[in-house]
């Protein structure tokens, strides 16, 4: 008879935790508490729903991290790739998707399977030894009551920090007698374009008058408990960077390196980038535009943008409160629960950041789940490998004193070996493609697949 295995949480790591379990013969229950309760970012009741960007970032397994992992994730059997891979939209040399589309695919995936059981309700606790073995994929946004349970079991506060949403605009009321298409340097995406953006420019008089509208923009109060909440640095509201220095911005996302405007044949002094957000390429995101101002002030103040005058949005920005536990403390190579080893958690709980980091750590939750349910042995993923230096930071590799949300990046991966001539560091680009070849070799034999190894 098939093993058992409850996941709760419906998001990006729920979902490749529920089709890991499930692809690898164990019966699954997924506990998604939407739409029997929402919570403050999700629209829909959709599995996997993504609630902020819709890029899932750079695609060059070669050169970037993010994107090694995406490939290592291909390779694994994702779910979340082969969905996202089907709804790709133009991102220059990222990899950004049809939201609605994305969501839909891995929605109707799960619920095809049949030994996937889809349970729409909460769970307030976590559950007992005799609901056998478990995942927790809730996500940055915990229920209340679920939360509290979690930080009873652990002994410990709940850690949280706030992440912020970007704007989407509707693309037929942006003026392209200021805004052009363009790529940074002209690069070409997965799809071969080299004009995915749309560009908006500023002088520096414009600069600096947004700038100083963004400090003075009324923000959203924070309740009393909220106060002492950290930002995650890599996903800072925008002016909240403003705040840090005039030229914060424009070394930052409105950074105008690699652009030309066509109507003066220069670089602009900065740049607002937006990126398509739907597959009918009628919705554009403002890249880096995340934000706490209350909507009227969003509204005033972004269509001082040139390009942005007569800007309808589809979606202002807003933001929420995510919480994380501290694994590095709590959680074992395996990602067990160390005080209660039939639970296991998974995702942007766990202190990853990012869509596919999420997913990542989902679907290694997902196997390790199975293959113990089985009676079968599986060791970690190597450290050289994404799925591997992920996995050993947060369960190990950071200091519990200090453990803060983390992308995938180059920094946790161990150094490569000097050469043998010279007995000198691999650096720059050649350091990275060099790491990246040796995490797929390493990682086909992780997966058993010995040609692709040799």
């Known amino acids: 008879m098939p093993q058992n295995l409850h996941i709760i949480g419906g998001g990006l790591a729920g979902s490749e935790a529920a089709w890991a379990g499930a692809e690898a013969g164990l019966a699954v229950t997924l506990h998604e508490m939407r739409p029997v309760r929402g919570t403050e970012a999700h629209q829909t009741d959709r ?8 890029s899932f970032r750079s695609d060059d397994w070669q050169n970037n991290a993010v994107g090694l992992l995406h490939e290592e994730m291909r390779r694994a059997g994702s779910l979340v790739m082969r969905a996202a891979d089907a709804h790709k939209l133009p991102a220059g040399g990222a990899l950004a998707v049809d939201r609605d589309g994305f969501a839909g695919a891995v929605t109707e995936a799960l619920e095809r399977h049949p030994r996937i059981t889809l349970a729409r309700e909460e769970v307030t606790q976590l559950p007992p030894a005799d609901w ?16 509290a349970s979690i930080a009873e079991a652990t002994g410990s506060d709940q850690l949280a920090f706030f992440d912020a949403i970007a704007p989407i605009v509707h693309r037929d009321s942006i003026d392209f007698s200021v ?3 363009q790529s940074r340097y002209d690069k070409k995406g997965p799809g071969g374009g080299d004009a995915d953006y749309i560009n908006l420019p500023m002088d520096q008089t414009q600069y ?3 700038i100083a509208a963004l400090i003075a923009g009324e923000k959203t109060d924070f309740k009393d408990w909220e106060k002492s909440t950290p930002y995650f640095e890599g996903c800072l509201p925008i002016e909240v960077m403003a705040s840090r220095g005039e030229d914060t911005l424009r070394f930052g996302p409105m950074k105008p390196v690699g652009l030309s405007d066509p109507r003066t044949g220069f670089r602009p002094y900065a740049v607002v980038q937006l990126r398509q957000d739907n597959k009918l390429g009628t919705l554009w995101n403002m890249v880096g535009f995340q934000t706490k101002l209350k909507h009227g002030e969003q509204s005033r103040i972004f269509r001082t943008i040139p390009g942005l005058a007569e800007a309808q949005f589809a979606r202002l920005g807003g933001l929420h409160r995510n919480t994380f536990i501290n694994s590095p403390r709590l959680l074992d190579e ?18 990853v950041e990012g869509y596919v980091e999420s997913a990542a750590i989902g679907m290694l939750a997902g196997r390790f789940a199975a293959v113990e349910a089985l009676g079968r042995d599986m060791p970690p993923p190597p450290p050289t490998t994404a799925f591997g230096a992920l996995l050993a930071h947060i369960t190990g590799g950071a200091d519990e004193k200090t453990f803060q949300p983390m992308n995938v990046n180059f920094g946790l991966f161990p150094d490569l070996p000097p050469e043998p001539v010279k007995a000198k560091r691999v650096k720059g680009k050649d350091r990275k493609q060099a790491m990246s070849e040796r995490a797929l070799a390493d990682l086909a034999i992780w997966l058993g697949d010995k040609e692709a190894a040799e």
């Open 334 to 351: 395996q990602l067990r629960l160390k005080s209660q080893p039939h639970i296991r958690f998974a995702g942007q709980v766990t202190g």
């Open 179 to 181: 805004a052009w298409f």
């Open 132 to 147: 056998g073995s478990v995942i927790v994929a809730t996500g940055p946004l915990t229920s209340g009551a679920l939360a």
């Open 47 to 54: 599995l996997a729903e993504l609630v902020c960007s819709n």
């Open 208 to 210: 600096q008058a947004f």
